[in-house]
Nanobody, 123 residues
């Protein structure tokens, strides 16, 4: 399995931007689909975005489409999530994850997870 560590979270005002990073160690992330999920207090973990192993295909939740961009640099073994036009409802712990194949929108299909990074958007 690949080990994942997220960074880049923090406190930002509504309308602001943040870029999350997810650094992998151990095995290369080449060959793994990667995804971002988030979990707000009292809510279930939800899909945010995913990207194919080569980066040529992406998928977004409707709630973030047009505001968030997922990308990856396999040479640096790093996954990114650029978040623009942030809203208070984006407040959550954000997790990156790795899966075989194309992954899916379901957390259960991702085998490796980071510890999460907190994003708080104030109104």
């Amino acid at each position: 399995q690949v080990q994942l560590v997220e960074s880049g979270g923090g406190l930002v005002q509504a309308g602001g931007s943040l870029r999350l990073s997810c650094a992998a160690s151990g095995r290369t992330i080449t060959g793994y689909a990667m995804g971002w999920f988030r979990q707000a207090p009292g809510k279930e973990r939800e899909f945010v975005a995913r990207i194919s192993w080569g980066g040529g295909w992406t998928d977004y939740a409707d709630s973030v489409k047009g505001r968030f961009t997922i990308s990856r640099d396999n040479a640096k073994k790093t996954l990114y999530l650029q978040m623009n036009s942030l809203k208070p409802e984006d407040t959550a712990v954000y997790y990156c994850a790795a899966a075989g194949g194309y992954g899916s929108r379901f957390a259960a299909d991702f085998a490796s997870w980071g510890q999460g990074t907190q994003v708080t958007v104030s109104s």
